[in-house]
């Protein structure tokens, strides 16, 4: 069994160094609307105490754009943890939506990101739209 979590958190430091990460809520809307096919996978990701009623308007609005350009997407139930692996050191970032771009074609493919995306795949076929990711502790 692949551990998801470990998948993720390398996925998303490798395209953190490859600069392939897009983070905060709007900028991944404008990502999303300028360039869709450039985008591989989407992550959304909230405190579990956290009602923002806007915030769930924007993940419900990013959700159904995801699942009509078929781009993977999960949720993160760690915002502290997801900020300390996209943001820069000592700056918390807008990281409730964060966007993985497409390797650059002439770069091998993400083998972490391939597990993610098949992870995703499968929780489709049980009917898991979204599914959850827990990070692994650092």
Not at 52 to 67: G, Y
Not at 85 to 98: F, I, M, N, S, T
Not at 100 to 119: C, G, T, Y
Request: proline share 4%; with cysteine.
């Amino acid at each position: 069994m692949m551990n998801e979590g470990k998948s993720l958190s390398e996925a998303l430091l490798s395209a953190k160094a490859e600069g392939r990460l897009t983070v905060g809520v709007y900028e991944c809307a404008k990502i999303m609307n300028d360039d869709p096919d450039n985008v591989s996978f989407c992550l959304l990701a909230t405190d579990d105490f956290e009602c923002d009623i806007a915030l769930q308007i924007h993940f419900t609005l990013i959700q159904a754009f995801c699942f009509d350009n078929d781009i993977s997407i999960v949720r993160v139930n760690d915002l502290k943890r997801l900020n300390a692996l996209v943001g820069a050191k000592g700056q918390l970032e807008d990281a409730h939506c964060v966007l993985i771009m497409n390797p650059a074609e002439d770069s091998w493919e993400d083998p972490a990101l391939e597990k993610l995306h098949l992870f995703c795949e499968e929780s489709r076929s049980y009917n898991e739209w979204v599914p959850e990711i827990t990070l692994p502790e650092r």
